[in-house]
């Protein structure tokens, strides 16, 4: 039921939640049984969240809840009140795509892009767990996510391209320790100054 | 070796402005990225306009019930129902949606009898799509079940009908002979036959179908935004169902759709359904959005799903002499468009081999199941595994190498252009040289120490119980259909004989281009897309032929009301359609500028203007004239020279020698893509589990015009091949339910299934195309199936065991290994 859920009849029941959705404070009212990627895409306008199966396979819905991925399908929205909830429009900063972003353009990690969403929010957990994962633990990684057009091949090159991109903005950064946040809002400087000279604007050219 | 050939040129764009060079062949990073990836892309699922309301289905729960009485009073009573739709309510003012074969039209839901699972009986409309499912809940639905009729056998031997009307439940068959088809099998020395069974499969797209569609009340007319494919081919099937005119329904699809691979072409049931439910309640924009279980159970959209028989006569020298063809495909419930899926094998009919004589055969087979649709490769994917079947069947028999086998019978360079006895045309290609070549890399590789097919290797794991196994194979992608051959199931054959070439609907390719004030080139696709990157490859094609920027470009779509009927983007069509709409229009706009400069700026004749480097000027270089200003210059004039379009016909309806398929109605397909694989496979034969260790191919589509985008087509398809090859199924039960509702049940690869491909391409230009570009849409899904069944034969040669039904699941393999052993 990928839809918007915006009107409600007085005889549904509803609680306030308080979520916390790419850090700014969202406080509103839903129904107990509105699915969190309903909520994030209808009410929070997060449209980047997919919705491709509703019953936890796909991984089109993947977001972060508190730093770790979950699906966004099999979780209600009453059970992040209090939570920090990261999408994809969580990452790119003043138009300068996330690394990981940026490696998914550059490898061609995606195809029709309805999963592409999910894939990087997996990769960005990924990543912050094991900052230079090997082929098995990338395939590990990502084996909750579904990708019918790519054939994943070039999946594995934008996270190895990703992790080194970060691994190598770390660097430059003067050895921060790379916590989520900083992993999550990358400077765009950071995205100049590397090796490789490309300007990261990706998709714009 | 995966990079061979394939630079994925970052920074592309900077190093052709400076040095003038093409951005066709290169590996210009896609244009639809950036909005993909930072969430703003707009699929069919983000189009929300304010106050749309939402549709819900209730379905059959029955595979084949008469409807007995059809209760929604319950609905109607609670507070948020704003509309519920049965059939009576449609019969009044709409009419049946068309089918694929006459007399099989059908109302947008169920009327008195249901026939599948997950048939659509009522309608319901409410503010949100969580209420319209408690709706939906509310409604009554009394059935007198039926028997169903769940396979080809009890629909060929039993009593049961599925359209009792029809009479029959073999609604369409022909058998086709093309040479001396007895004479072959009666003077060959050796004669094999082979059963093999190609599992119900689809394309299962990320993205589910939807539709948002608005009645407008003052026009009297709709506009309907879908994900829906070829919406300027298959518009009739909305515009019809609604009795309206064409140009009172305007589809329109968002640029960004989460894949079809054919699945999407026949959704205008839901698109229909929508559009009333907006007239009915006074042009309130109406959405629905397909959810998975719906998709898969009652979506319309399930593919090929075939029992073969394959005939192969062939003399002691291995020389194939005749081959004889026959299948039973079960279609479903309702002989939906695409029925023309059963013939396209003939436009591949032999694969790489060189055989003269060709009986081809089949029967049409109607089901208590979903309807099928398109998918990716068309139904050539299967006829590609059981004549590879076969033909490993015929190496065993003779006792020779199955790759010396093949090698014996390909078609040879020199017989280039190849005409198959099926009449359509292979263009070019070295297919001895591709599998010389694949093998020797796998040789290099893998046969030698260390490697993965390291004899010693080979023999340890076979203590083990790991049998592993390759095998060496050319496939033919057959690319770029057009004209007219896809009705041929809907024409009387016999009048095929006495038809002109002048009488064949050659469906050219449209496309516009226009200047706009600040130089951007809007160029315009009379269809849609769906995750190819039309948007890039379009940008490519445009920079070099009017000499300007990728990024100067940009790409949009033409709703069907502003397009004529077109073919569009199937059946590996669009590089090469593309490749030459847009040098058409290019060359029509350069002209155009030329004269817009000698009239309105040089003041002088058009023979002293060139059009050089994204501009006019004079031709002794003195004034020159920029684009953005030619389109001011143009602004006023009626006749509006910087705005062109052009349809740019179908390369075969150029070309003689495919006159006879064209007038004859035979499947055309002017390019022969092609790859020699070699998946090198494990078989445990104590769990049935098959591994794919590694996929070696070799990939030939001619000039590659992105070569990234070229390499992520064949990863693609090599990833839905190997799931059809090893789990993809929709079972049903021997009652008629279906078995495969969820992604649980339905396989698809994942991380964890997927081998590593070790892929290479070579060029090969095709002499009947602009660039030499060859269609590559489909590729590893139309052989990967039949590479990796055909590994999965030679990894159990020594049991005997042939791959004779995909997908190989594991209890399949065990089955077949258990058998053996039992044999023995």
């Known amino acids: ?205 | 070796m995966s990079e061979a050939g394939v630079s994925k040129d970052v920074g592309v764009e900077d190093d052709a402005e400076s040095e003038g060079q093409s951005f066709v062949g290169s590996g210009l990073e896609r244009v639809e990225d950036h909005r993909i990836l930072t969430g703003e892309a707009e699929y069919i699922h983000d189009i929300a306009p304010e106050g749309a309301v939402h549709m819900a289905l209730a379905r059959s729960v029955h595979p084949h019930a008469e409807l007995v009485d059809v209760d929604t009073s319950a609905a109607e009573d609670h507070p948020d129902c704003l509309l519920t739709l049965t059939a009576d309510d449609l019969k009044d003012d709409y009419e049946p949606m068309p089918c694929g074969l006459e007399g099989f039209e059908e109302w947008s839901l169920a009327d008195d009898r249901v026939r599948f699972v997950g048939e659509p009986v009522v309608a319901v409309v409410a503010s949100d799509r969580y209420a319209a499912e408690d709706l939906v809940d509310l409604v009554e639905i009394e059935y007198e079940q039926l028997d169903p009729v769940t396979d080809v056998q009890e629909a060929t031997e039993g009593d049961t009908l599925v359209h009792e009307h029809a009479g029959t439940n073999v609604p369409d068959s022909e058998t086709l002979e093309f040479g001396a088809v007895d004479d072959a099998f009666e003077n060959a020395d050796n004669v094999v036959e082979t059963d093999c069974e190609w599992g119900r499969i689809s394309g299962v797209p990320l993205e589910t179908a939807g539709v948002v569609a608005q009645y407008d009340t003052d026009h009297d007319s709709f506009h309907i935004d879908s994900n829906i494919q070829l919406h300027t081919l298959v518009d009739d099937t909305v515009y019809e169902p609604l009795d309206y005119p064409p140009e009172k329904v305007n589809l329109e699809v968002p640029p960004d759709v989460g894949g079809s691979f054919g699945t999407k072409i026949a959704i205008h049931r839901y698109c229909t359904l929508s559009a009333i439910a907006s007239q009915q309640l006074d042009g309130t924009p109406v959405k629905f959005v397909e959810d998975r279980v719906e998709n898969l159970q009652g979506g319309d959209m399930h593919c090929s799903d075939r029992e073969y028989t394959v005939r192969l006569a062939f003399d002691d020298d291995g020389t194939i002499q005749g081959l004889d063809t026959y299948f039973a495909d079960d279609f479903g419930a309702f002989p939906h468009y695409p029925v023309n899926q059963v013939l396209k094998p003939l436009s591949a009919v032999t694969n790489a081999y060189d055989i003269d004589a060709v009986r081809y055969g089949y029967d049409l087979v109607l089901t208590n199941k979903t309807a099928q649709t398109a998918y990716r490769g068309f139904g050539v994917d299967p006829h590609l595994y059981a004549l590879e079947t076969a033909v490993d069947e015929a190496a065993r028999e003779l006792g020779i190498d199955p790759t010396d086998f093949r090698r014996v019978n390909l078609i040879q360079p020199d017989q280039m252009p190849y005409r198959l006895p099926t009449h359509n045309i292979y263009d070019s290609g070295d297919y001895p040289a591709a599998l010389d070549r694949i093998e020797e890399l796998v040789d290099e590789a893998e046969v030698c120490e260390g490697g993965l097919l390291d004899p010693d290797v080979v023999e340890a794991k076979r203590e083990e119980g790991k049998y592993r196994g390759v095998s060496y194979s050319v496939h033919i992608e057959p690319g770029v259909s057009g004209s007219d051959w896809t009705d041929r199931q809907r024409t009387e054959t016999d009048a095929l004989e006495e038809r002109e070439r002048e009488d064949v609907d050659e469906l050219p390719e449209h496309f516009r281009i226009q200047l706009e004030g600040d130089g951007t080139v809007r160029a315009f696709l009379a269809t849609d897309t769906s995750g190819q990157g039309h948007q890039t490859l379009v940008s490519q094609l445009l920079a070099d032929s009017l000499g300007v920027l990728p990024s100067d470009i940009e790409v949009d779509y033409l709703p069907s009301v502003e397009a004529p009927t077109e073919y569009g983007s199937a059946a590996s069509r669009m590089a090469v359609m593309l490749s030459g709409a847009t040098e058409g229009a290019a060359e029509k706009l350069r002209e155009n500028c030329r004269q817009l400069a000698a009239e309105e700026v040089f003041g002088c004749g058009v023979e002293d203007v060139a059009y050089r480097d994204g501009a006019v000027e004079r031709v002794d270089g003195s004034e020159r004239v920029p684009l953005a200003e030619l389109a001011d210059l143009d602004a006023g004039r009626n006749q509006r020279l910087t705005r062109v379009s052009y349809d740019y016909d179908h390369p075969a309806t150029k070309i003689d020698d495919f006159d006879e398929a064209l007038t004859s109605k035979y499947p055309v397909y002017p390019t022969a893509a092609f790859a020699a694989n070699a998946p090198i496979v494990e078989v445990d034969v104590t769990t049935g589990e098959v591994e794919i260790l590694k996929f070696y191919t070799l990939r030939d589509c001619g000039t590659m015009l992105n070569p990234t985008i070229v390499e992520g087509q064949a990863h693609g398809g090599i990833a839905q091949g190997v799931g059809a090859a090893l789990m993809e199924e929709f079972q049903y039960d021997g009652e008629g339910q279906p078995k495969a509702i969820t992604l649980f049940d339905y396989l698809l690869p994942s991380t964890k299934n997927m081998p590593d491909i070790e892929m290479e391409h070579t060029e090969t230009p095709s002499p009947f195309t602009e660039t030499g570009a060859k269609g590559t849409g489909e590729g590893g899904m139309l052989d990967a199936p039949a590479s990796v069944a055909s590994a999965i034969t030679a990894a159990l040669e020594d049991f005997d065991v042939v791959a004779d039904q995909i997908p190989m699941t594991p209890h399949r393999v065990r089955r077949r290994v258990r058998d053996a052993q039992a044999d023995d």
């Open chain 1, 1 to 205: 039921m990928s839809s918007e859920s915006s009107s409600q009849s007085l005889a549904r029941p509803t609680e306030e939640v308080t979520v916390s959705v790419n850090g700014e404070d969202v406080t509103t009212t839903v129904e107990p049984r509105l699915k969190l990627s309903d909520f994030l895409r209808d009410e929070c306008g997060k449209r980047g969240v997919r919705v491709g199966c509703e019953h936890g396979v796909c991984g089109a819905c993947t977001v972060l809840v508190d730093g770790r991925s979950v699906k966004s399908c099999l979780t209600y929205a009453v059970q992040v009140d209090g939570s920090d909830v990261v999408t994809v429009e969580g990452l790119a900063s003043d138009g300068d795509l996330h690394p990981i972003q940026d490696a998914f353009h550059r490898e061609h990690a995606l195809q029709c892009g309805f999963c592409t969403s999910g894939f990087v929010m997996a990769t960005k957990e990924l990543l912050e767990r094991d900052p230079d994962p090997d082929r098995e633990a990338i395939e590990d990684g990502l084996a909750d996510n579904i990708c019918r057009c790519t054939g994943y091949q070039n999946i594995y090159d934008a996270v190895e391209t990703a992790a080194a991109e970060l691994a190598d903005a770390e660097r430059t950064d003067g050895g921060v320790s790379g916590g989520a946040d900083e992993l999550l809002h990358a400077p765009s400087d950071d995205l100049e100054d590397r090796t490789d000279g490309t300007d990261g604007s990706g998709g714009d050219a």
